[in-house]
């Protein structure tokens, strides 16, 4: 995929696997890109969903005259929607963006290793906080196997964390990172191969603590929200923001590193546990700190 020389060669066929929040961004940036995409998703009622987001996202971009129909369709055309992963057999880089649990993604890379058939196919995860070492181990191309970890919404935020594992080559790590720079157009910030990385790990426990607050009574969300977004010139207060990351990837998220760091700091107040077990999973689910329409 790479001259020995200097140029690195552009992906041309992508491939992404889930389609959430997080995977219908990376599929639309990637479209956008002009890539040609193929979304692997858990069954038809996700395509349909999927395939809405998207849409959805793309008719935003021609009403605010960023885009022209014909560019949205052209766009739209590039990404094909299926079912089974053996559809990426082809790919020259898939993109990992199933549900944040560790099992499920391991899953996903075994079969990724078993059915893709370039020898030099880079695997990618957009894990929040699992360490890539564990996703590479179930492949046996470990050198393959990178973090490319974005962030929501996937079109408007410009930074991506590029995270090479212990086994991670320098020919995997260069290919994703001319990828995500020179073809997408974002910036990268390598970032170690420890639970959260280096956004999250900062993140995540100040989120939890603005949830401690709200918890023993002191203040309100909304006060908290207002607070920071004043005082702070945040452009969103901690509880908006994790209204919008979805509760139950906050949750995914504090765990792993609970589990990594054995730290009070990481672990999940009861609040949000309850929340997300009550389904208020946050703006995905219309109801979460805050209610939203
Ligand atoms: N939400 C965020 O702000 C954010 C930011 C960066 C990274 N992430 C990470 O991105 C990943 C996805 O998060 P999300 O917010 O999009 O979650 P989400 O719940 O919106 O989407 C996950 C999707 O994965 C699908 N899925 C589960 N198992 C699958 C399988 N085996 N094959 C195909 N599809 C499968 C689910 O049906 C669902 O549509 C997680 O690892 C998360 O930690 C999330």
């Known amino acids: 995929m790479r001259d020995e020389g200097t140029k690195d060669m552009d992906i041309e066929r ?3 696997v889930g389609c959430g929040t997080m995977g219908a961004g990376i599929a639309e940036a990637c479209a956008r890109a002009g890539l040609d995409v193929r979304v692997v998703t858990s069954g038809a009622e996700s395509v349909r969903r999927g395939r809405g987001r998207i849409t959805a996202s793309l008719d935003r971009a021609v009403v605010k005259q960023r885009l022209t129909g014909e560019e949205r369709d ?3 055309g590039r990404i094909a929607f299926v079912t089974a992963l053996d559809e990426l057999a082809d790919r020259q880089l898939v993109i990992e963006s199933v549900t944040e649990d560790q099992q499920t993604k391991q ?3 075994k079969e990724l290793d078993r059915l893709v058939e370039a020898e030099d196919a880079v ?3 957009n894990t929040s906080a699992i360490p890539i070492v564990r996703l590479a181990t179930a492949t046996s191309r470990p050198e393959n196997v990178i973090g490319l970890h974005f962030f929501h919404p996937v079109t408007v935020l410009p930074l991506v964390e590029l995270v090479a594992s212990l086994f991670t080559s320098d ?3 260069r290919t994703a ?3 995500a720079e020179a073809q997408l157009g974002k910036q990268v910030v390598p970032s170690p191969d420890r639970a959260g990385f280096t956004v999250n790990a900062l993140l995540i426990p100040y989120l939890l603590a603005a949830i401690r607050m709200v918890e023993a009574g002191h203040v309100t969300a909304s006060s908290v929200d207002r607070a920071m977004t004043l005082g702070c010139n945040h452009p969103m207060g901690p509880l908006q923001l994790a209204d919008l990351i979805g509760l139950d990837v906050v949750t ?3 765990n792993a590193m609970y589990h990594e760091y054995k730290e009070p700091q990481y672990a999940p107040p009861p609040l949000l546990l309850r929340m997300v077990e009550g389904g208020a999973l946050g703006r995905k689910a219309g109801r979460g700190f805050h209610v939203h329409t």
């Open 107 to 109: 899953v996903v890379f």
């Open 252 to 254: 995914s998220i504090a």
């Open 14 to 16: 992508a491939g992404i």
């Open 177 to 179: 990172e001319h990828f």
């Open 74 to 76: 052209r766009i739209l």
């Open 123 to 125: 695997f990618a995860s």
């Open 171 to 173: 020919a995997t790590r």
